[in-house]
């Protein structure tokens, strides 16, 4: 970055090196930060820095919550992954917000390369490896900072979940004689309907009884109600059933 002097340069080139999971994690938020920085608060400073007529350019971030637009090291290989190559070529190719947007995921990516790279080279174990992306995973990304979709993808990530959770117990309407439950309670107003229901909760191959999690399957011919697992029929098998005949059924038919 233009206007640092030159020892702070050399501290930045040259930070600490983390050697322990609470360590590391300093370092990437300290390197967040700054790439925060540059993405929002001093964005037209950065904007300025990416002229596209310069060579190829990358976005620093440095520990200690500053940010560097510079060449690529000349190292080879480099002593920590270099961050995404020629930012300043597609500024002026891209709406702003796009290309910043842009710049926030190559950002992140980077991010998670540094911390894991210095895990790899202290040794960390599965549980540390583990405890790290824990800690990194409860700070919202660069992208979802520079777009404002923090809220959002929280908000996603719940409704997908109650999403999964109801298409497990109860899925849309399954073609003729798929079925994951027996009939609904609204038929259970009879005694008659009740017997009903009783006899299609039992399967028609192993005799258990119906339970909410599993899938069931019910015989167009016999009317009987089976588990998709004795049967060997799963959900996404019976999406293509048109008329489902169960094992008894079918040898019927056959000996017919």
């Not at 039992?202 to 011919?221: K, L, Q």
């Amino acid at each position: 970055m233009e206007g640092i002097p030159q020892q702070q340069q050399q501290q930045q080139q040259h930070p600490p090196i983390p050697r322990t999971v609470e360590e590391v994690f300093s370092d990437f938020k300290g390197r967040r930060a700054g790439l925060i920085k540059a993405l929002t608060t001093d964005v037209e400073k950065f904007y300025q820095q990416c002229d596209p007529e310069k060579e190829n350019l990358c976005l620093y971030g440095f520990p200690n919550e500053t940010w560097e637009v510079n060449l690529p090291v000349e190292e080879v290989p480099p002593e920590l992954p270099e961050p995404a190559l020629g930012i300043n070529f597609a500024r002026d190719g891209m709406q702003e917000r796009d290309w910043l947007s842009l710049v926030a995921v190559h950002s992140d990516s980077w991010l998670l390369a540094v911390a894991f790279y210095f895990g790899a080279r202290f040794g960390f174990g599965k549980n540390e490896r583990k405890r790290l992306f824990q800690m990194i995973n409860d700070l919202p990304t660069i992208f979802e900072v520079v777009t404002g979709n923090v809220k959002q993808s929280k908000e996603q990530s719940a409704n997908q979940n109650s999403k999964s959770k109801s298409s497990t117990k109860m899925p849309e309407p399954q073609p003729k004689g798929v079925k994951m439950s027996p009939p609904p309670k609204q038929e259970e107003e009879s005694g008659e309907e009740e017997e009903d229901d009783e006899q299609g909760a039992t399967c028609g191959a192993c005799g258990d009884s119906y339970a909410n999690d599993e899938f069931w399957i019910c015989c167009d011919i016999c009317e009987r109600w089976f588990h998709g697992k004795c049967v060997k029929i799963t959900p996404a098998k019976a999406e293509h059933i048109k008329q489902y005949k169960c094992p008894s059924c079918s040898s019927k038919r056959a000996r017919v």
